[in-house]
Every structure is written in C-alpha cells, then in structure tokens.
C-alpha cells in the first residue's frame, strides 16, 4: 500500500502564495503520475494538476499560470505552489498517487482564502 501525507495547507489573503507538499511512503514502487485535487464546500471534487512520472504537467484552466505542481522522484514527493491565491480556491486539497490501476488518496489539507 501507498502512504500520502499532505502539508502545507492554511490561510492566506487573496494575492498571497501557499506551497503544498506530499510525501509518498511504503509500497512507492512503481508510482506513475501523481497530482493535487480539491474539493470545495458544496462542489465536487475536481482535478487541479497532475504530473507524470516523466513530468508532463497537466492544470485545471482555473489555475493556469498561477500555480505550479512539481515533483522529487528521488524524496517520493509532490509539491503544489499556490501564487495568486483568490477566494474561489478555498477547498480542501487532495493529494493523489497512481501505482498501476490504482488510486491513492491523502487526508487532504485546508486551504483557506478568505473573500
């Protein structure tokens, strides 16, 4: 099995910047593309930005040119730079790892921006 432990979450004032991380442990053999979900109050969850193992980015149209995943395949980690934040990304954020057919998931962290 695959551990996600996010961190990083918080509140900010619009404008302002959050760097999320997510940490990978136990079975991370053979972990494929990882990325970062939200879900706000009363809205489903969606995908905010993915990157693959070979590290193709792919960004929710929201999001583009504001935030910016990366990772560290050599620390099993994921990380989400949030500049720019507005009230509309307050959600909580999920972080994702894909290992063969499977999904994932951490304990998601709050992200607050406050209108």
């Known amino acids: 099995q695959v551990q996600l432990v996010e961190s990083g979450g918080g509140l900010v004032q619009p404008g302002g910047s959050l760097r999320l991380s997510c940490a990978a442990s136990?079975?991370?053999?053979?972990?494929?593309?990882m990325g970062w979900y939200r879900q706000a109050p009363g809205k489903e969850r969606e995908l905010v930005a993915a990157?693959?193992?070979?590290?193709?980015?792919n960004y929710v149209g929201s999001v583009k040119g504001r935030f910016t995943i990366s990772r560290d395949n050599a620390k099993n980690t994921v990380y989400l730079q949030m500049n720019d934040l507005k009230p509309e990304d307050t959600a909580v954020y999920y972080c994702?790892?894909?290992?063969?057919?499977?999904?994932?998931w951490g304990q998601g962290t709050q992200v607050t921006v406050p209108s």
């Open positions: 990157i693959t193992s070979g590290g193709s980015t």
């Open positions: 994702n790892a894909v290992k063969k057919k499977y999904d994932y």
């Open positions: 136990g079975s991370i053999f053979s972990i494929g593309a």
